[in-house]
């Protein structure tokens, strides 16, 4: 089992970006699929994208292609969301997830705790 912890959060005006980034601890980390979901107030969980153990397999979500990017480093046993051209209904608090196989939906092994985006007009 994996332990992740994202970091990058925060506060963007429309148009603009954040980085997410996910740190896993562990020495097997190449050999998790990874996901990012995020989650509004009184909505289910919605899957974002998803990158395979050799990140030669890349899904994203309809309202975020072309906007946003999902890459991993191995070596340094990080997942990163690079988020570009923000809108106010990006607004949520996005998970990191580990598990063994990718998948769009919520069936991931291991999750971060969450990180608030709030993207403002």
């Known amino acids: 089992q994996v332990q992740l912890v994202e970091s990058g959060g925060g506060l963007v005006q429309a148009g603009g970006s954040l980085r997410l980034s996910c740190a896993a601890s562990?020495?097997?980390?190449?050999?998790?699929?990874m996901g990012w979901f995020r989650q509004a107030p009184g909505q289910e969980r919605e899957f974002v994208a998803v990158i395979s153990w050799s990140g030669g397999s890349i899904d994203y979500a309809d309202s975020v292609k072309g906007r946003f990017t999902i890459s991993r480093d191995n070596a340094k046993n990080t997942l990163y969301l690079q988020m570009n051209s923000l809108k106010p209904e990006d607004t949520a608090v996005y998970y990191c997830?580990?598990?063994?196989?990718?998948?769009?939906?919520?069936?991931?092994?291991?999750w971060g705790q969450g990180t608030q985006v709030t993207v403002s007009s």
């Open positions: 562990g020495r097997t980390f190449s050999t998790y699929a």
């Open positions: 997830a580990a598990g063994t196989i990718a998948t769009r939906k919520p069936l991931y092994q291991n």
